[in-house]
């Protein structure tokens, strides 16, 4: 608790809307600011915006 008691208040409010393990993660490679962190979860949890080159369901094997 203290770990996260140190941390910036941008990165506490992470830590609160995320959970320690995903802003752990992130800051272990190498996200240190507050707004790229939401920037990434936001991107993960919407989705893909490119739909797939071929036509095919991304769930379809590549060779089908």
């Known amino acids: 608790m203290a770990r996260i008691d140190a ?4 990165i506490r409010a992470c830590v609160h809307e995320y959970g320690l393990t995903v802003v752990q993660a992130m800051m272990e490679g190498g996200v240190k600011k507050a707004k790229h962190m939401h920037h990434i979860v936001r991107v993960v949890r919407e989705g893909s915006y490119q739909g797939p080159r071929d036509g095919k369901p991304a769930w379809v094997a590549p060779n089908a």
């Open 7 to 10: 941390m910036p208040a941008d």
